[in-house]
């Protein structure tokens, strides 16, 4: 079950499957793997035109497969079922998953939950599939073994964001009971094993091209066949233990007690023998398990870095993909060595599912208190008189939603915490774990423990085999009663870059070769991408800023018999003054970025947060002994004529007009502020759900009472109190050369890292930038409509479905031109406009069907929005010469 092969290191893959259930019935020696070699031609694994690539561009093949790293596109389906009831009953199934790339009408995901002509005996397809997504998908059943769901036209499963189907009762899926005779004849007696998450491959006739999927389908020009694979007993009924290679069984015990219905070790091997079928029982040779093989290193960093010195290599039986955590420690308040627990913190981009254990590593750790034997040397902590104890585990799923049924254990075996996944988590979710109350039981170095971890994943009996160009092949032939017959190695097995590659593998006992278990998908063997070629351009981007520096007047002011004006005072020097910060961005700035200016010669507090309170807007309020008062721009006081005859201005101004302004309204723009005086710079942050369109013109203050002074040097400060700076945004933009990216050397994106260290040893930051050229530049797909027209310059965009965050920080496409969503709220989009250097242009939400509005998308033909896929390599750009094209990033 769950067969999967990656395309893995340099032209080499990752085969990772799980064993059938073994029974007396249908013992297990091992597995024999075969691959094939894919022809090229027309009638096998044809290259396709990629639609997105434009034709004047001579890039009329695709550059990779699924993932951009080799094909083999397949989905982690997390299952649960319903109450398994009488023998036969049919039961419900919730299917949940989170795709990786889009699934989109017409794809297929293959779901083969085992246990054939039993499951799915009776399914009937025209029951209708319920739960949020069940209505965008058709199921069907492919050899009475292989569940079909086919996205419906019109649907999309979009990448990245959660999928619940629930298959109903009336579907007739039936869970067999297999302590009945009819079922135990099949499987052999024992408990249903029911996977809780499925490999699913998919297939699919859309976007996805070299991997065979279509109607051209694999030819095998070569089929080559790796070594038998073993574990360390093929007379049990588990698979376990020490794995072997290469092994084909010699004679073992002849004998067995008939009457004591106990296996020896020596009893009934699987494995074949000449004399194995003769005699009555417990007579004759039987043939051993393992004979002629060689032991694989059990050395897991090795195989999965590709640095072993075996090849194939074994990662231990059960260990699944790793994956590191960020981890904090818990410190008894009285002591900084007594430990008291861990929080952890990580985003797996694999499942999880109940039963997997998570493994941790911490050698600082060391545990005072002697372990019960009874505890197998694993310490845990509850209340109660059991000598074994259970720690104090709390989980979360994405900060918020508390999981139950997950346990710890510290192993002191190992120095590790291991946590036992008690409930189904989906790829890409953030989980937050906190293991407390082991304080009286463990000290610790502190100064010794790391912020990252690596964790290990132990998922039932999963094995996985990794192999590369150059390993040993085999020449076996199978007849009834000798599976391996005539066992020999050939020479070694090519694996070359950019061939495509087929799988297939069969389990074998001493008696039979099963039928083979094979994906439908195939993989290509790829070797790295290559390196940019230069580094052509880092600048960051700087807008216009007028700074302006005035005091607003503290009393009031008065006038005589005609009007005035009084602006505000500007400062002395050295002087604490409020700044007013006046400027106009040509690019939109998002939530939380900052805005740096450099006030060479200003003075005040070393370091200081400045509040939301002190960043005031451009708001005054007037005040005074009349009611025409006014306040104008930068707090200009307006003082209407005196009419009062006692008036005496400006001796005596005690029954003249009198007029003063106030600001006390913050801004809305920005939530913080920072100011140093040791590098002359005050930091503006743009507060949380904000965003500053382009072509707007901002205005913000900074109070007097923060402190910052004017400089004490005549030179450094305006006589007109203003002056003009360049504001620094958070943002950088980046270009450079690459070669383009090829079927044998695909290229999934770019690594961009940044540093304050001259010498790169510290505060190391790293960006990713994606570039999946294996589905074009971009690939676009229809979501939604226009609702109101857009002018060249609106930074808004009206959609006719509210989709909430689902498209925030994506790209979308209307007519030629691309958009950065920065900010949604309800139908409003507030977008980047031109992005990627596309051309902002006017939209019309023009209602192509007389008669009928946007709002209606089930009759109407309107302006379509898509969302787009747009990757860092422009391939219209040649400027890298042949074969060279430029990428940029911001």
């Known amino acids: 079950q769950n067969l999967q092969v990656t395309s893995y290191g340099n032209q080499g893959f990752r085969l990772e499957f799980l064993p059938p259930v073994i029974s007396r019935a249908k013992p297990l020696s091992g597995f024999v793997f075969e691959i094939d070699l894919c022809q090229q031609s027309q009638d096998s694994c044809t290259s396709s035109a990629n639609p997105y690539y434009q034709p004047r561009f001579s890039l009329d093949t695709t550059l990779g497969t699924d993932l951009g790293n080799g094909g083999g596109h397949t989905e982690e389906i997390l299952m649960s079922y319903g109450p398994q009831n009488a023998t036969g009953s049919p039961?419900?199934?919730?299917?949940?998953?989170?795709?990786?790339?889009?699934?989109?009408?017409?794809?297929?995901?293959?779901?083969?939950?085992?246990?054939?002509?039993?499951?799915?005996?009776?399914?009937?397809?025209?029951?209708?599939?319920?739960?949020?997504?069940?209505?965008?998908?058709?199921?069907?059943?492919?050899?009475?073994?292989?569940?079909?769901?086919?996205?419906?036209?019109?649907?999309?499963?979009?990448?990245?964001?959660?999928?619940?189907?629930?298959?109903?009762?009336?579907?007739?899926?039936?869970?067999?009971?297999?302590?009945?005779?009819?079922?135990?004849?099949?499987?052999?007696?024992?408990?249903?094993?029911?996977?809780?998450?499925?490999?699913?491959?998919?297939?699919?006739?859309?976007?996805?091209?070299?991997?065979?999927?279509?109607?051209?389908?694999?030819?095998?020009?070569?089929?080559?066949?790796?070594?038998?694979?073993?574990?360390?007993?093929?007379?049990?009924?588990?698979?376990?233990?020490?794995?072997?290679?290469?092994?084909?069984?010699?004679?073992?015990?002849?004998?067995?007690?008939?009457?004591?219905?106990?296996?020896?070790?020596?009893?009934?091997?699987?494995?074949?023998?000449?004399?194995?079928?003769?005699?009555?029982?417990?007579?004759?040779?039987?043939?051993?398990?393992?004979?002629?093989?060689?032991?694989?290193?059990?050395?897991?960093?090795?195989?999965?870095?590709?640095?072993?010195?075996?090849?194939?290599?074994?990662?231990?039986?059960?260990?699944?993909?790793?994956?590191?955590?960020?981890?904090?420690?818990?410190?008894?308040?009285?002591?900084?060595?007594?430990?008291?627990?861990?929080?952890?913190?990580?985003?797996?981009?694999?499942?999880?599912?109940?039963?997997?254990?998570?493994?941790?590593?911490?050698?600082?750790?060391?545990?005072?208190?002697?372990?019960?034997?009874?505890?197998?040397?694993?310490?845990?902590?509850?209340?109660?008189?059991?000598?074994?104890?259970?720690?104090?585990?709390?989980?979360?799923?994405?900060?918020?939603?508390?999981?139950?049924?997950?346990?710890?254990?510290?192993?002191?075996?190992?120095?590790?915490?291991?946590?036992?996944?008690?409930?189904?988590?989906?790829?890409?979710?953030?989980?937050?774990?906190?293991?407390?109350?082991?304080?009286?039981?463990?000290?610790?170095?502190?100064?010794?423990?790391?912020?990252?971890?690596?964790?290990?994943?132990?998922?039932?009996?999963?094995?996985?085999?990794?192999?590369?160009?150059?390993?040993?092949?085999?020449?076996?032939?199978?007849?009834?009663?000798?599976?391996?017959?005539?066992?020999?190695?050939?020479?070694?097995?090519?694996?070359?870059?950019?061939?495509?590659?087929?799988?297939?593998?069969?389990?074998?006992?001493?008696?039979?070769?099963?039928?083979?278990?094979?994906?439908?998908?195939?993989?290509?063997?790829?070797?790295?991408?290559?390196?940019?070629?230069?580094?052509?351009?880092?600048?960051?981007?700087?807008?216009?800023?007028?700074?302006?520096?005035?005091?607003?007047?503290?009393?009031?002011?008065?006038?005589?018999?005609?009007?005035?004006?009084?602006?505000?005072?500007?400062?002395?020097?050295?002087?604490?003054?409020?700044?007013?910060?006046?400027?106009?961005?040509?690019?939109?700035?998002s939530e939380y970025q900052t805005l740096t200016l450099l006030l060479e010669g200003f003075g005040g507090p070393s370091l200081v947060d400045i509040p939301p309170s002190s960043l005031l807007a451009e708001t005054y309020y007037p005040y005074g002994n009349n009611a025409g008062c006014q306040c104008g721009a930068g707090g200009t006081i307006i003082i209407p004529a005196s009419t009062s005859a006692s008036c005496q201005y400006p001796t005596d101004v005690t029954s003249c007009t009198q007029c003063g302004c106030k600001q006390n309204i913050t801004n809305t723009k920005f939530a913080k502020a920072s100011w140093s005086s040791y590098t002359s710079s005050l930091v503006l942050t743009v507060g949380e759900n904000q965003v500053i369109p382009p072509g707007q013109q901002q205005i913000v203050w900074v109070a007097k009472s923060v402190g910052i002074t004017t400089p004490v040097d005549p030179t450094l400060f305006p006589p007109s109190g203003s002056n003009y700076v360049s504001g620094r945004l958070a943002r950088f933009s980046l270009s450079w050369v690459s070669p383009f990216p090829t079927v044998a050397n695909p290229r999934t994106g770019f690594l961009v890292q940044f540093t304050t260290d001259m010498y790169w040893k510290s505060d190391i930051q790293t960006v990713n930038f994606p570039d999946l050229l294996n589905r074009g530049v971009k690939e676009v797909v229809p979501f939604t409509n226009l609702i109101a027209d857009v002018t060249s310059t609106d930074p808004m965009i009206k959609i006719a479905v509210p989709y909430a965050m689902f498209v925030q920080g994506k790209t979308i496409q209307i007519g030629y031109e691309l958009m950065l969503v920065v900010y949604v709220q309800n139908h409003t989009l507030y977008v980047e406009r031109g992005y990627l250097g596309t051309s902002a242009t006017s939209h019309q939400a023009q209602a192509l069907t007389p008669g009928c509005t946007c709002n209606d998308l089930q009759t109407c033909q309107c302006y379509q929005v898509f969302l787009a896929y747009t990757y860092a390599t422009d391939i219209s750009d040649r400027n890298g010469g042949a074969g060279g094209r430029r990428c940029s990033a911001t």
């Open 91 to 589: 039961s419900t199934i919730t299917l949940q998953m989170k795709p990786k790339l889009n699934i989109e009408a017409g794809d297929q995901m293959y779901i083969r939950a085992g246990y054939p002509n039993v499951l799915l005996s009776s399914f009937f397809s025209n029951c209708s599939l319920e739960g949020p997504d069940g209505s965008k998908v058709t199921a069907s059943v492919l050899n009475s073994s292989t569940l079909v769901l086919t996205v419906k036209d019109g649907y999309i499963l979009w990448r990245g964001y959660a999928v619940n189907i629930l298959i109903p009762e009336a579907c007739n899926i039936f869970l067999p009971n297999l302590k009945e005779a009819s079922y135990a004849r099949e499987y052999g007696e024992g408990n249903l094993s029911l996977p809780s998450i499925i490999v699913a491959p998919i297939v699919g006739q859309g976007r996805r091209f070299d991997n065979c999927k279509g109607a051209s389908g694999c030819a095998a020009s070569t089929t080559y066949v790796l070594q038998t694979l073993q574990d360390a007993s093929s007379m049990d009924v588990s698979w376990s233990g020490q794995l072997y290679n290469g092994a084909t069984g010699v004679g073992c015990g002849n004998s067995i007690s008939a009457s004591s219905h106990v296996y020896p070790a020596t009893a009934y091997c699987s494995q074949y023998s000449p004399n194995s079928n003769n005699g009555p029982q417990g007579t004759g040779d039987n043939g051993s398990p393992i004979a002629n093989g060689a032991a694989y290193i059990s050395n897991a960093a090795s195989c999965r870095s590709g640095t072993s010195q075996q090849n194939p290599c074994t990662l231990p039986i059960g260990q699944d993909w790793i994956f590191s955590t960020n981890i904090s420690y818990l410190f008894n308040q009285s002591s900084s060595n007594n430990l008291t627990g861990v929080e952890l913190e990580f985003l797996r981009d694999r499942a999880l599912s109940i039963g997997d254990v998570i493994s941790i590593q911490v050698d600082k750790i060391f545990v005072s208190q002697q372990i019960a034997p009874l505890c197998n040397y694993t310490y845990e902590y509850q209340s109660g008189m059991d000598s074994c104890y259970v720690l104090d585990t709390a989980v979360y799923l994405n900060y918020t939603n508390p999981l139950t049924g997950w346990t710890s254990k510290w192993n002191t075996m190992t120095s590790s915490f291991e946590i036992q996944v008690g409930s189904q988590v989906l790829q890409s979710s953030i989980i937050w774990i906190r293991i407390s109350n082991l304080h009286m039981y463990s000290t610790v170095d502190a100064s010794k423990l790391t912020s990252q971890q690596i964790c290990t994943v132990q998922r039932s009996d999963k094995t996985t085999i990794i192999f590369h160009n150059g390993m040993a092949g085999i020449g076996y032939s199978t007849s009834l009663g000798d599976p391996v017959a005539g066992y020999t190695i050939s020479s070694t097995i090519p694996i070359n870059q950019g061939s495509i590659y087929q799988f297939r593998m069969f389990s074998y006992n001493g008696r039979f070769k099963s039928a083979a278990t094979q994906s439908p998908v195939q993989n290509r063997a790829i070797g790295p991408p290559k390196p940019p070629s230069y580094f052509a351009q880092m600048k960051q981007h700087l807008i216009p800023v007028n700074l302006q520096y005035s005091l607003l007047s503290s009393t009031l002011v008065a006038t005589g018999s005609s009007s005035a004006r009084v602006s505000p005072q500007l400062p002395y020097l050295g002087e604490a003054t409020r700044i007013g910060v006046t400027f106009t961005s040509d690019v939109l700035i």
